[in-house]
């Protein structure tokens, strides 16, 4: 019996697999009739067209079928509930925004742990010693200690502290593919967690594409949160 080449083989959000001629997986539009129908107001949201989508489904397969025209380019997934009007957001907000979602990854990265002590095995091992160390950092400096005695420079607390949270997401967003470059529908889910709740997350991820090429690369993604350049291509040693 062949394999359903289809099987395993993963297409952005508004794309289905489908076996071409040469037997190969290809991803081509989902058919938007075929999107799930809406049974709650709840599934809206609203894309960069300022247009409400009755569900994000409905919002890609249209996006997938404007595909390769200016305006599919530019249309994404905005944020979660209908469109609104969002007041404008300014420099100094956007700045402390992305000091906010910083400390918001880092707590994140805490909470794994302790996650991670309730759940023993939710974290592979090479990522749970790393986590378990950013976890001890973080009380102490809670506690109002110097943690010093937990580290061997500075360069580390800066690498566990600042670092490493921001790659750790990163890499979380970055799966479908995994290939060092968030795409629109990669974000989708965080941006659409953010955007309802804050008027400076859309600022925030347009201009995180600096250089205006639809994706975010894992440099790109640094310096929306201040890490230069040096900080992040660094590994930490021992
Ligand atoms: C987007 O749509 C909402 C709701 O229709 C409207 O209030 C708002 O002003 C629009 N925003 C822009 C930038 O056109
Ligand atoms: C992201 O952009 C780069 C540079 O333009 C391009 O080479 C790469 O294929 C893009 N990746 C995706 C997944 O769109």
Known sequence: VCLDPCEKFQCPRGKVCEVNEKYRPVCVCQDPTTCPLSTSLSERVCGTDNKTYDNPCLLFTTQCALERTKQGHRLHLDYTGPCRYVAPCQDKELVQFSRQIHDWLKNTVVHLYEYDIQNPGSLTRKHRKIVKKIYEIHKHLKAGNKASHLLS???????????????????????????????HSELAPLRGLLAPVDHCASRFFDECDSNKDKNISLTEWCSCFGLKDGDHSKELHG
């Not at 690498?159 to 290939?179: E, I, R, S």
Request: charged share 15%; no cysteine; aromatic share 20%.
């Open 153 to 183: 420079n500075n360069f580390e607390v800066n690498y566990l502290l600042n670092v490493y949270p921001v790659h750790w997401q990163f890499g979380q967003l970055d799966q479908k593919p995994a290939d060092g470059y968030l795409t």
